[in-house]
Protein backbone atom coordinates (compact mmCIF):
# COMPACT_ATOMS: atom_id res chain seq x y z
CA UNK A 1 0.00 0.00 0.00
CA UNK A 2 1.35 3.00 -1.51
CA UNK A 3 -0.94 5.38 0.80
CA UNK A 4 0.19 7.80 3.78
CA UNK A 5 -1.48 7.11 7.07
CA UNK A 6 -1.95 9.96 8.93
CA UNK A 7 -0.61 8.22 12.13
CA UNK A 8 2.47 8.32 9.80
CA UNK A 9 2.36 11.96 9.34
CA UNK A 10 1.49 12.88 13.09
CA UNK A 11 4.92 10.69 13.94
CA UNK A 12 7.12 12.08 11.13
CA UNK A 13 6.57 15.87 11.67
CA UNK A 14 8.33 17.14 8.08
CA UNK A 15 6.87 17.06 4.50
CA UNK A 16 7.71 19.44 1.58
CA UNK A 17 4.87 22.22 0.66
CA UNK A 18 4.07 21.50 -3.02
CA UNK A 19 1.95 24.94 -2.80
CA UNK A 20 -0.55 26.49 -0.50
CA UNK A 21 -4.08 28.44 -1.55
CA UNK A 22 -7.54 29.18 -0.35
CA UNK A 23 -9.14 25.89 -1.89
CA UNK A 24 -7.77 22.14 -2.65
CA UNK A 25 -9.93 22.68 -6.48
CA UNK A 26 -7.13 24.90 -7.74
CA UNK A 27 -4.28 21.62 -6.82
CA UNK A 28 -5.74 19.54 -9.65
CA UNK A 29 -3.38 20.13 -11.99
CA UNK A 30 -0.28 19.86 -9.85
CA UNK A 31 -1.92 16.79 -8.15
CA UNK A 32 -1.77 15.19 -11.59
CA UNK A 33 1.35 16.23 -12.50
CA UNK A 34 2.67 14.63 -9.08
CA UNK A 35 1.06 11.22 -9.48
CA UNK A 36 2.00 10.96 -13.24
CA UNK A 37 5.67 10.84 -11.42
CA UNK A 38 3.92 8.39 -9.28
CA UNK A 39 3.96 10.61 -6.32
CA UNK A 40 0.85 10.83 -3.48
CA UNK A 41 0.49 14.27 -2.20
CA UNK A 42 -2.01 15.04 0.78
CA UNK A 43 -3.55 18.04 1.49
CA UNK A 44 -3.44 19.94 5.13
CA UNK A 45 -4.79 22.34 6.83
CA UNK A 46 -4.06 25.40 8.27
CA UNK A 47 -4.75 29.34 9.53
CA UNK A 48 -2.94 31.54 7.41
CA UNK A 49 -2.47 34.32 10.64
CA UNK A 50 -1.55 37.32 8.47
CA UNK A 51 -4.82 37.25 7.08
CA UNK A 52 -6.89 34.56 9.30
CA UNK A 53 -8.28 32.40 6.42
CA UNK A 54 -8.37 29.00 6.42
CA UNK A 55 -5.34 27.73 4.02
CA UNK A 56 -4.83 24.67 2.31
CA UNK A 57 -1.46 22.78 1.66
CA UNK A 58 -0.42 20.46 -0.71
CA UNK A 59 2.59 18.60 0.73
CA UNK A 60 4.43 15.56 -0.30
CA UNK A 61 6.20 12.68 1.69
CA UNK A 62 6.40 12.64 5.69
CA UNK A 63 9.95 12.12 7.41
CA UNK A 64 11.39 12.31 10.89
CA UNK A 65 14.52 14.97 10.37
CA UNK A 66 14.29 18.29 7.78
CA UNK A 67 17.57 16.62 6.18
CA UNK A 68 15.44 13.45 4.91
CA UNK A 69 13.40 16.00 2.78
CA UNK A 70 16.48 16.62 0.81
CA UNK A 71 16.55 13.76 -1.43
CA UNK A 72 13.10 14.20 -2.57
CA UNK A 73 13.47 17.97 -3.12
CA UNK A 74 16.48 17.30 -5.19
CA UNK A 75 14.45 15.07 -7.21
CA UNK A 76 11.43 17.30 -7.81
CA UNK A 77 13.60 20.25 -8.93
CA UNK A 78 15.40 18.13 -11.57
CA UNK A 79 12.01 16.76 -12.71
CA UNK A 80 10.79 20.55 -12.48
Not at 7 to 18: D, E, F, T
Amino acid sequence: NDEITESLIKNMPYAIQIGKTGSSESFKELRDKLAIMHYLPYTSYARDISSNTMQTRLLLGAFETKEDTTTLLNTLREKG
